[in-house]
């Protein structure tokens, strides 16, 4: 069965960097679109970025550009997301998701598969 795992999670102060991975299984990844949502406490589920099967980035344009970037190693079977310039409401558990069809939106109804998340903790 598919199974999505993320990890690189932790805790990391205000204007660091983090990078956190997903490593998936089960599936022919290269034809999957992969995305990152989060979710803050007492929050809703944010979409945050995704890749599609050709490489090419979806952006939550309410998001700051630059501080997310995503990338996927086909030969690994992994999507990264590099996190820059972090800030205290960043905090929150990371979620990867893959898209079946390969070319997807900013909606979570667009994915097939959700990992479990990987908490990532900002400090002031």
């Known amino acids: 069965q598919v199974q999505l795992v993320e990890s690189g999670g932790g805790l990391v102060q205000a204007g660091g960097s983090l990078r956190v991975s997903c490593a998936a299984s089960?599936?022919?990844?290269?034809?999957?679109?992969l995305g990152w949502f989060r979710r803050a406490p007492g929050k809703e589920r944010e979409f945050i970025i995704a890749?599609?099967?050709?490489?090419?980035?979806?952006y939550n344009n309410d998001l700051e550009k630059g501080r997310f970037t995503i990338s996927r190693d086909n030969a690994k079977n992994t999507v990264y997301l590099q996190m820059n310039s972090l800030k205290p409401e960043d905090t929150a558990v990371y979620y990867c998701?893959?898209?079946?069809?390969?070319?997807?939106?900013?909606?979570?109804?667009?994915?097939?598969?959700w990992g479990q998340g990987t908490q990532v903790t900002v400090s002031s």
């Open positions: 998701a893959a898209d079946r069809d390969g070319w997807p939106s900013g909606s979570p109804v667009d994915f097939d598969y």
């Open positions: 089960g599936l022919t990844f290269s034809t999957y679109g």
């Open positions: 890749i599609s099967r050709s490489s090419s980035t979806v």
